[in-house]
């Protein structure tokens, strides 16, 4: 029979994983406050979003978001509205305009990102120079950089990479 022997974990180690933690749930926190605001101000996509967050991180939905959510996906179920889209108030989009947000979704992390990197790491000043740099390192063009990063969707991601920024260096930029 094998035994097993416990061995203590480093100190160095039990830290590094308590201020990951830390970081993790100071992020959550962060991206759940945007949210709320969010959809006090009226929008609707707001609670979408924070019910798949809580679900992708395995965090409990929030009272606040839940009954909402509930009351909302009922009201399809009971066919008292025919979509879900008429159930949670999104507005319909034309393919155009699925493509151009489908498109800024996709370049939001990384515009941001590399916005906030450029601007706290290598002290940049946000302006006409770090777009254009951005605009030529994701190979797109510079109003689209600036309008991806001054959209309102983007706050949270600001949030959390200012909050983050102590504890990353941003070294790295996210694929």
């Not at 006090?40 to 965090?59: E, F, H, K, Q």
Request: proline share 5%; net charge positive.
């Amino acid at each position: 029979m094998n035994q097993r022997t416990c061995r203590l974990v480093p100190p160095q180690a039990r830290l590094a994983k308590i201020k990951q933690r830390k970081l993790g749930w100071a992020l959550f926190r962060a991206l759940l406050e945007d949210f709320r605001k969010r959809y006090a101000s009226g929008d609707n996509g707001a609670l979408l979003d924070i019910v798949d967050a809580c679900l992708r991180t395995g965090r409990k939905v929030p009272l606040w978001a839940a009954q909402p959510f509930c009351d909302r996906f009922l009201d399809w179920a009971d066919a008292r509205v025919q979509t879900l889209d008429q159930a949670f108030g999104i507005p319909p989009t034309t393919s155009r305009k699925f493509e151009a947000r489908r498109t800024q979704n996709r370049l939001r992390p990384k515009v941001v990102f590399r916005v906030m990197q450029l601007s706290l790491i290598e002290n940049m000043s946000i302006g006409d120079a770090l777009f254009a740099q951005v605009a030529r390192e994701l190979r797109t063009s510079e109003a689209t950089v600036r309008r991806v990063y001054y959209d309102k969707a983007s706050e949270a991601l600001k949030k959390i990479f200012a909050i983050a920024h102590p504890f990353v260096g941003f070294h790295e930029t996210p694929r």
